[in-house]
């Protein structure tokens, strides 16, 4: 999804290989900032409860975490 919404290029890792560079890192921070604030204005403007957010947030920072390692 980050590929979609973060500027960046295709770049070949080695034969048969193809990985995504972003060209700028404090994009990527913006974005998912914005996409984090519109998640919790779904779920007060749902009443969904808080502890679902919360979780749901944490497992996608997770997500994210793992595929920058």
Not at 33 to 58: D, K, T, V
Request: include cysteine.
């Amino acid at each position: 999804m980050l590929r979609l919404l973060c500027r960046g290029r295709y770049e070949r890792q080695r034969p048969g290989l193809v990985g995504w560079r972003f060209a700028d890192f404090d994009e990527i921070k913006r974005v998912l900032s914005r996409l984090f604030c519109g998640q919790n204005a779904m779920y007060e403007r749902l009443a969904l409860p808080e502890e679902i957010n919360e979780r749901i947030a944490q497992e996608i920072a997770q997500l994210i975490e793992n595929t920058f390692r």
